[in-house]
C-alpha cells in the first residue's frame, strides 16, 4: 500500500476522504530488450520496496482509483487493466510497518489507528509500453524504477506474493485473453512476439509450431518485411488486428 495523494499528510483529515482498510496494489508489467519488467517503489520512510498501490476515495470508482495512482506513477493514461485477485485474509494487517512509517512521518503511533488495523487490497495488474512510462516517485517515495522479474528485491507487506500471483493470472491470460499483445510496440515480428512468450513462460518454444499457433489464432495482420540490411531474409512484420482479437475473444468466452 503506498499513497499516492498531495494532502495525506493530515491523516485525520484524510480518514473522511477515503475508504478505509481497504486499499488497491498494482503490479505494473513492461517488456524492455527480452526481459520482462515490473515496476517498484522505494518507501522514503521506511526504506522498503513495494508495489505501487494507494486508496480509494470515497466518491470514486474502483477502477477509476487505480487507473488515478497508475496515471501518477507513470506518466501515461492509456493503461491495461486486470483485476486479479482480492487479498483480504483475517490476519492481513501490518501494525509494526506501518507505525515505523507513521513515526517517519513525525506522527505519535496509535496501534488503535485504522491504519494500523486489517486491510482488504484490490490486485490489478497493469500491461504498459516500456517505452513511454515515466516513472515518477512522489514525497513518500525515495525511487520509482523498473526491475527484472527475476531480480527484484525483498517486498514488504505480503507483495512479493500479490507479484507472484499477479505473474501466474498473467501467463494463464497470454492466450485466452492475448494480453500479452499490449506489451508490444504496434507493429513487431514473430521473433520478438516467440521472445516475449518464452520470457513469461520461462521456456524455449518451437519456432515453427510457436508461428503456426500464432498464426492460427487469426488475430494478426502482415504489415511488410522489416529490412535488415544483410544478406538474410528480412522477417515479416506484424500486427495485432483488434477487431479480429475481439472476435476471437468473443468466441473463447462462449
Not at 74 to 91: C, K, M, P, R, W
Not at 94 to 111: L, N, S, T
Not at 161 to 166: E, Y
Not at 240 to 251: C, I, P, R, V
Request: glycine share 6%; net charge neutral.
Amino acid at each position: 500500500m503506498q499513497e499516492t495523494l498531495k494532502d495525506s499528510k493530515d491523516f485525520h483529515n484524510y480518514s473522511d476522504k477515503i475508504i478505509q482498510q481497504l486499499s488497491i496494489d498494482c503490479v505494473v508489467f513492461g517488456f524492455h530488450q527480452n526481459q520482462l519488467k515490473v515496476l517498484l517503489l522505494k518507501s522514503k520512510h521506511i526504506n522498503e520496496w513495494m508495489l505501487p498501490g494507494g486508496f480509494v476515495l470515497q466518491n470514486e470508482d474502483i477502477e477509476a482509483a487505480a487507473h488515478r495512482i497508475l496515471g501518477i506513477r507513470t506518466g501515461i493514461q492509456d493503461i491495461y487493466l486486470e483485476l486479479f485477485s482480492v487479498f483480504g485474509s483475517a490476519n492481513r494487517q501490518f501494525p509494526e510497518i506501518h507505525q515505523a512509517a507513521m513515526r517517519a512521518c513525525g506522527y505519535q503511533p496509535d496501534p488503535n489507528h485504522w491504519i494500523c488495523k486489517r486491510f482488504v487490497s484490490i490486485g490489478y495488474y497493469a500491461l504498459v509500453d516500456f517505452s513511454k512510462v515515466i516513472p515518477t516517485a512522489d514525497e513518500f517515495s525515495a525511487i520509482c524504477d523498473w526491475f527484472d522479474i527475476n531480480k527484484i528485491p525483498d517486498l514488504c507487506f505480503d507483495h512479493a506474493h500479490i507479484f507472484q500471483k499477479a505473474l501466474e493470472k498473467l501467463r494463464q491470460n497470454l492466450d485466452v485473453k492475448l494480453v500479452g499483445f499490449n506489451l508490444l510496440p504496434p507493429t513487431f515480428t514473430m521473433g520478438e512476439l516467440q521472445n516475449l512468450y518464452e520470457t513469461f513462460l520461462g521456456k524455449k518454444l518451437s519456432r515453427t509450431n510457436f508461428q503456426r499457433k500464432m498464426l492460427s489464432l487469426e488475430v494478426l495482420e502482415r504489415v511488410e518485411k522489416k529490412f535488415s540490411g544483410g544478406a538474410h531474409k528480412a522477417p515479416y512484420l506484424y500486427r495485432f488486428d483488434e477487431q479480429k482479437g475481439e472476435a476471437f475473444l468473443e468466441k473463447k468466452h462462449f
